[in-house]
């Protein structure tokens, strides 16, 4: 997926509950990758979980219609500001819905001018999720331009963390340390990122280091 001009290998993230599965973060979508869907489960909900991850969640809509359509406040605004059409849908906050608050906790992270992210934490695994509240690019995979584009960012692998941009405008510091904070009380194990390097241990680690800038 492309931003500001440059590639950002973009992860989705997939968590069956039951027999049904909570699409986050949906991809331009291929055969491939259906079909690998269609032996997990059937496609339930999908999560729009930031006003920048959004535009491939039209496409999905269309080839699953009886998928429950989630977004974060504000995508609806951005997709027709870029005229981009986002089907009818869910508004998340954060109280998790019914169909999935036993197994995935949820808040919105305030304070930023228009990035308002959903992060999520899978209970049964420790697991949270982020999109793009942390970026950790690997500069093996980004080659060597992007990476010192990256590095000046603050979004390169091992220290990865929301790009400078992102940290710059912030209007309310004080909200969203207070939501960091208390995500980072959940303890979690494991934190898988949209972009990047996602962290298979020492989770709530991580997440003291990579919101430092908030004074966690």
């Not at 590639?7 to 291929?30: E, K, N, Y």
């Not at 339930?44 to 989630?70: C, D, G, K, M």
């Not at 690019?137 to 790009?163: C, Q, S, T, Y």
């Amino acid at each position: 997926m492309p931003f500001y001009g440059v590639a950002f290998p973009t992860r989705m993230t997939v968590v069956r509950i039951g027999a049904q599965l909570w699409v986050h973060s949906p991809i331009a979508p291929d055969e491939g990758l259906l079909r690998e869907l269609a032996d997990m489960g059937e496609v339930a909900w999908l999560i729009a979980p930031n006003p920048i991850h959004y535009v491939s969640v039209q496409t999905w809509s269309e080839r699953f219609p009886e998928a429950a359509v989630y977004a974060a406040p504000g995508v609806a605004a951005r997709a027709k500001k870029n005229n981009t059409p986002f089907p009818t849908h869910v508004i998340l906050d954060d109280e998790a819905p019914e169909a999935w608050r036993d197994v995935i906790r949820q808040r919105v992270v305030k304070g930023h001018r228009f990035l308002h992210e959903v992060v999520f934490y899978h209970i049964p695994s420790k697991v949270l999720v982020l999109t793009d509240l942390i970026e950790n690019f690997e500069p093996a995979k980004v080659g060597r331009i992007k990476a010192v584009l990256f590095r000046i960012a603050g979004n390169l692998d091992p220290d990865g963390k929301a790009p400078i941009d992102m940290r710059n405008t912030f209007k309310s510091r004080r909200k969203a340390r207070e939501v960091i904070r208390e995500v980072i009380s959940w303890a979690p194990e494991k934190v898988i990122l949209s972009h990047g390097r996602w962290y298979e241990s020492d989770g709530t680690g991580e997440l003291k280091r990579a919101f430092r800038w908030l004074g966690v």
